[in-house]
């Protein structure tokens, strides 16, 4: 009986981190989530949509959905996988950085709740956090 008992236990384990992964980061702001989802309405194909957004520390993940079909093809194009999601970054003078302050933003499309590429569009809005070199004999 103690063997089932940690076999059960395991498997909850395992299903609840495959199922809830996603669900542990934090939601997006609202303001954050309807302005990324504003910026990539009619830039993504017609049959890819966003489905959740969510925010870990300065980065905003946003996971976007497409036929398997599609992502098993992109999955075997990086290159052009790459370029395609780069395309959909915004440009430094988009009013989205307005919004979404120095946190980056992250594409990354999803098939089957599985994500299998990232790309990741810098914030222009980040402060440098380098500190400058000390001036000798100070």
Known sequence: MRKLFGTVSLCSLTAALLFCGPALAD???QEQ???I???LKGK???DWSVVHIVKDENLLVTYLT???QKAF?????PEDTRDMLQKLCPSPDQPLWSVLGPSDM?????ANGKGFFRVRCKSPNKTSSVAAPAAPGG
């Open 27 to 29: 939601k997006a702001p």
């Open 33 to 35: 989530q309807d302005a």
């Open 37 to 39: 989802t504003q910026f």
């Open 44 to 46: 993504l194909p017609t």
């Open 66 to 68: 497409m036929p398997v």
């Open 73 to 77: 093809e992109l999955a075997y194009q």
């Open 106 to 110: 992250a594409l990354e499309p999803v």
